[in-house]
């Protein structure tokens, strides 16, 4: 509210007082302009007092929204949206106050119908709503405009707050990524690692904390001498002083000093004493030999008097003497202890600057160490992870071996059964024929080697023009039996060559691991080495850790030909076991390739003793007696 507006306020005001009187006397005579009037007052603006901000809602966070990217946007999105609600309020607020400013006018030219007297200012009452409606206006937009500030720095921290978390996320989704699965042995050996080092650190700090203890009882040491110092030479002198000008310069005396002063002012003092002395007992004397009154007893009284007094004196200066003395002897002490002092002071700082130095060193051996331990770590994960491809394939050729190996037994045995059959065919076709020849056995057998033997010297032809078909039949399936045998054997010994190699490479890669473990151990020693190599420089320490070292490595060693001999002793049961297996399945081959030698030969026999008799199953070797 200015000052302009007041006054204009209250003219209006004094000025209906006055024409009041006019108007009701006006309103009495016409009754269109009371209508009129009343619905002037009744005219209101439809405006509330909070200017319907009640409605407004604040923002809150919709569920869908996950990402502060999109609650960003979402509200910006109702940032613009209030933006141009408070425009349109604006806009609103000028229309209304364009309507009172026409309705004014329309007051003011009805007053001036009325009255015939030209009224400028407008009525009080509306004026007064106005300016309010305009200020409350003014006052719920600055409100606004303080609720978006204070939504705005809402949003910027929500913003930093979000980019941390997802920094945070990002970097604990990558520790995840980076860690891998350690295995129990290496978290021992670590663990065992860390124990080490916690016992040297925490002896190194024993060691730290003792200097300091040493130090700090010096220093204390120190401050006595530094206060006896003082006590001796006096406060106001400092020590640099003492060691720099010796106080020629300075202006302060030693204590040396002091007592040559003091010695050559009781030298004075005696002296001066000694002459007093004289000079009264020479007074008395004259007195006494003036005064007639004296007696020789007052005379020796002041002799004894004064021998007193100078024996008194006597015995001041030899006490001070003997003080001066022990003093000196003091001094000397004290300066030795300072030197000493000193001395040791500049051992432990030095010994204190090599330790640092030492554990700097050593530091930096240790993160050495550790990132030689990663590498051979990588590169061993590296061979282990090839190893274990490699030796997967191994596994699967061994096992797509063993499937066409066991095809080809199932083969085997397939034939073998049919062997099988025709043998007991053979057998059964063999029992009937001796069932019905048992009387006519022994004539024809000595036909036979009549026939046989003369056919067999003289002329072979013959035997092979008098063979049956049957016979041929039976040579072709003998030929393919033994070609299909001889494949068979081929493939056998085929898959128990590549048998071999998978074996003896499954071999060379247990050795190689068995190698690379050997390294590991090596590698942590080497680790462990240096620790005791420094410790040579400190004493008898040296000499355990060398055995230690020798030790182990002796022990790595003997492992390595334990490891050898068991492989050995592995290699040497396996090719036992195959000369084993290969002697039987000859045995067995050769048994096979004799009985059906056998049969061959009896049926042919057969076939030459009588081409008309159907031809008989081979007789085996151990049947022959039946």
Known sequence: MSVDTITT???????????????????????TSKTELTDLKTLQINVEDNLGLDQLEVCDIPQDMLFPGEYNVYLQDRLKSVIEENKQLASLLKEKDDEVISMREKLQNLELSENGLPLHHPSPLLGLSSIRHADMAACRVMELSKQVCELTAQLEEQKCRCSLAENKLVSFIESQEEIEPVSP???????????????????????????????????QELKNAHKVLLCEVGEGISISDLISGGGST????????????????????????????????????????????????ERKASL????QEARAV???????????????ARIKVLETEISSCKSRIQLLTDKGVRDEDFIHILQGQINQLEGRLHL???????????????????LDDHRL????????????????????????ILFDLKDKEINTSKGESKCCGEVAESLVMPATVACPTEITIKENPKMSLSEIETKKLLELVGTVNRRLNDTRHECDKHKSALRHERQRLARLEAKLARLEMDKMGPFSTMKRQFGNGAKKSAALISLESSTLSKEELEDKLELLQEEVLTLKTRLSCLEQEKEDDLRAFSSLLYGS???????????GAPCLPPIEPGRSSH
């Open 9 to 31: 306020c209250t003219t209006i005001q004094r000025n209906c007082r006055l024409k009041g009187r006019s108007k009701r006397s006006s309103m009495k005579k016409d009754p």
């Open 185 to 219: 042995e290496i978290l021992t050996r670590k663990e065992a690692e860390i124990k080490s080092l916690s016992e040297k650190l925490s002896a190194t700090n024993g060691k730290l904390f003792e200097c300091r203890n040493k130090v700090q009882h010096l220093q």
């Open 250 to 297: 300075s202006g302060w005396r030693g204590r040396a000093q002091q007592i040559h002063v003091l010695q050559l002012r009781v030298a004075e003092l005696t002296d001066r004493i000694k002459k007093s002395s004289d000079f009264r007992i020479y007074d008395s004397l004259s007195h006494s030999c003036d005064g007639p009154k004296c007696s020789a007893k």
């Open 304 to 307: 004894e008097s004064a021998q």
């Open 314 to 328: 006597q015995q001041q200066l030899n006490e001070h003497i003997r003080k001066l003395d022990a003093a000196k």
């Open 376 to 394: 051979c770590k990588d590169e061993t994960r590296m061979e282990i992870k090839k190893s274990e491809k490699h030796y997967q394939q191994l």
């Open 401 to 424: 071996e063993k499937q066409r190996s066991m095809q080809l037994l199932s083969s085997l045995e397939d034939k073998e059964k049919q062997i099988k059959r025709l043998e007991d």
């Open 601 to 611: 030969s009896q049926q042919r026999t057969s076939l030459v003793m009588n081409p």
